[in-house]
């Protein structure tokens, strides 16, 4: 069953998402070429817990960092390091928050420096797909709506979507039911209901979408290490439609 939030869990959901989307805007304007990925993570933390809340992946089931760090071929999952970050690179920052128990789930991917137009059209379509699923995310609407609307938007682009990771609802936990796949048929799966909360998160990639596990047994990586992009928003299904809570 898809777990339904109450008004007052909404509101405590909606302060948790508010602070990553702070912690966010904050990373992105530090993002420059020269900074190691490590110092991004060391700084996410910081920032998290100043604000009172806990680093939400740091620990998971053995995740050593608060931030995942995706560099060029990495899909998901990169592990922040002594990595620098070069002129060309693109970067996905993923960012989990635990505000007392309430979950909010969140990634953005960006450029550093000049890189070329077709990446940077990459992570444009990515941008997008998430904001074009998340229009789907209505209660009566049908699961795959949302699934298909990414889908078809990425593929429409020529780009391919990642398939053996998904999107998921969040709230009492990181990760609760539904999966929420990036590729499927439209007017399939469970009915969307208001107080539902969903991580939607888009991951697409610039050539095959196969993708397989680095040695360190977390980081993926497309198969034809082609790049791949990364948005993620958490968005609460509300009477008055989609309302992203990690603006
Ligand atoms: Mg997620």
Redesign the pocket.
């Known amino acids: 069953m898809i777990p339904l939030k109450s008004e007052k869990e909404l509101q405590i959901l909606e302060r948790s998402g508010k602070i990553l989307g702070f912690v966010m805007r904050e990373l992105e304007g530090k993002i420059k070429v020269g900074i190691r990925t490590r110092e991004i993570d060391a700084l996410a933390e910081e920032l998290v817990r100043a604000k009172g809340a806990l680093p939400a992946f740091k620990g998971y089931k053995g995740f050593p960092a608060t931030v995942c760090t995706s560099v060029n071929e990495e899909i998901v999952h990169g592990i922040p390091s002594d990595r620098i970050l070069a002129e060309g690179d693109i970067i996905g920052l993923d960012l989990g928050v635990n505000y007392q128990g309430y979950f909010s ?1 969140a990634a953005i991917t960006l450029a550093l420096g000049k890189v070329p137009a077709k990446v940077k059209k990459l992570i444009e379509v990515t941008r997008i797909a998430l904001a074009e699923g998340i229009k789907e995310a209505q209660a009566g609407n049908h699961l795959l709506d949302i699934s298909a609307r990414i889908q078809k938007y990425a593929e429409a682009n020529h780009f391919s979507v990642v398939r053996q990771f998904v ?2 609802g969040i709230g009492l936990s990181l990760h609760e039911e539904p999966e929420i796949p990036n590729f499927g048929q439209a007017g399939h799966g469970p009915l969307l209901k208001e107080g539902m909360v969903l ?1 939607i ?1 888009p991951m697409i990639n610039m050539g095959g979408w196969e993708a397989e596990i680095l040695d360190n047994g977390w980081t993926a990586v497309t198969k034809d290490r082609s790049p791949s992009a990364h948005f ?1 928003h958490t968005v609460a299904i509300t009477a008055k439609g989609p309302k992203i809570l990690t603006k």
């Open positions: 789930d999107g998921h991580a998160e993620e």
